[in-house]
Structure formats: structure tokens, C-alpha cells
């Protein structure tokens, strides 16, 4: 079965430049996106296939895929980007069926 | 807008069958190329998919879930369905009902806790 791996957390400060990854066998082969979700909310979509953002998205929130490695990338992070973050794929194995990382719990200091 | 609504017990009994309905308002479910999803979440955080079905009834199954697994479609009602037998504690949950716009969820239901206790 496909795996995705993400760091467990990742800290930065407001203003700077926060990077997640999400490894995975070839990746860089599938479709990747990405859910922010807060406490108590239901995950929200930040980005789809690889590096695009859905309406209302800002454009601090970009995305890249290749090799064996996916990253999310927020610029100018603000406290409001405090969150955890998913990432996700479609596995077309013998059994098709979707995976998520494990997530990645973004502090911002 | 679409928007998604999770209903059913939160309360289920082990070795009993859960069941949970999604409806969809603000649109019809056979409009557009879309597949419904449930997905789970456990109090450690993690998100699991359980499965999905497209309006044409074609469906697509968690293979560690497929044996348990029912996703139904019921298009006079606007809604789809989740039945999961044989519960345990384990399966205790949040449950989400999604769209699934052929690869990413765009829309998503608030979630709906399910305890698996006796």
C-alpha cells in the first residue's frame, strides 16, 4: 500500500516562509493536494493537483511535486495559518483508492 | 453552494452496524462529474478514506475497510449513505461526507462524532 510520510510539525515565525513536505514512492508521478484543517473545523482545500488554488486561496499558498517529494509552501505566514496540514493522492493500484499523509501540525512562533 | 450535512447516531453499540446519511443541499447530487466520499478521522488527528460512489453507481472502496463497507446513493432524496458492520472501538470517529471533483475535495460536510461503546 502507498504511503505518504509528513513531518509531524513544523515551526515558524510570522512573516517568514513555512515548507512542508510529504514523501512518498515517486510522487512526483501523481497528483498531489493539500487540506489546512483547524481545530474543530472540517479540513479545507488549499491546493490541487501539485500548484493550483481554489477561488478564495491566497496566493501565499503554492505547491510542487517531483521525485519523491511534494511541499507545500506558505509565504508571509501569519497567525491564522496555524493549522494542521494533509496531504493526499490518489493510489490507481490493483485497489484504487485514496491516501493521506499523516499530517503536519504548523505552529506559527 | 453546495453544502454537505452529516446525520446519524453517535452512539453505536460494538458489532453493530453503523449508519450514517450525507445530504446535499443547494445543488443536485447527479449534476456534474462528481464522486461522493466519506472520510473518517481519529482523535490522534489522522484522516482515513472509507470510499466513495459516482452518481452512475459505480463505486470505490478503502481495501482495509472494502469487506465492511456499504456506500449507497439515493438520488430522489439528495443524499448518499454509509453503512460500516461489525463495529468496533476502533472505529470510533469523526465521520465526514465529501465531493470529490475527480482527485481533490472541494467540499466538505462539518463532521459528525460516532463513539463505538456498550
Known amino acids: 500500500s502507498y504511503v505518504l510520510t509528513q513531518p509531524p510539525s513544523v515551526s515558524v515565525a510570522p512573516g517568514k516562509t513555512a515548507t512542508i513536505t510529504c514523501g512518498g514512492n515517486?510522487?512526483?508521478?501523481?497528483?498531489v493536494h493539500w487540506y489546512q484543517q483547524k481545530p474543530g473545523q472540517a479540513p479545507l482545500l488549499v491546493i490541487y493537483y501539485d500548484n493550483d488554488r481554489p477561488s478564495g486561496i491566497p496566493e501565499r499558498f503554492s505547491g510542487f511535486n517531483s521525485g519523491n517529494t511534494a511541499t507545500l509552501t506558505i509565504g508571509g505566514v501569519e497567525a491564522g495559518d496555524e493549522a494542521d496540514y494533509y496531504c493526499q493522492v490518489w493510489d490507481s493500484g490493483r485497489d484504487p483508492h485514496v491516501v493521506f499523509g499523516g499530517g503536519t501540525k504548523l505552529t506559527v512562533l | 453552494q453546495v453544502q454537505l450535512q452529516e446525520s446519524g447516531p453517535g452512539l453505536v453499540r460494538p458489532s453493530q452496524t453503523l449508519s450514517l446519511t450525507c445530504t446535499v443541499s443547494g445543488g443536485s447530487i447527479t449534476l456534474g462529474d462528481y464522486h461522493w466520499t466519506w472520510i473518517r478521522q481519529f482523535a490522534g488527528k489522522g484522516l482515513e478514506w472509507i470510499g466513495r460512489i459516482y452518481t452512475n453507481g459505480s463505486l470505490n472502496y478503502n481495501p482495509s475497510l472494502k469487506s465492511r463497507v456499504t456506500v449507497s446513493l439515493d438520488t430522489s432524496k439528495n443524499h448518499f449513505s454509509l453503512q460500516l458492520r461489525t463495529v468496533t472501538a476502533a472505529d470510533t470517529a469523526v465521520y465526514y461526507c465529501?465531493?470529490?471533483?475527480?482527485?481533490?475535495?472541494?467540499?466538505w460536510g462539518r463532521g459528525i462524532l460516532v463513539i463505538v461503546s456498550s
Open positions: 465529501a465531493r470529490d471533483i475527480v482527485g481533490p475535495f472541494d467540499t
Open positions: 515517486n510522487i512526483g508521478d501523481k497528483s
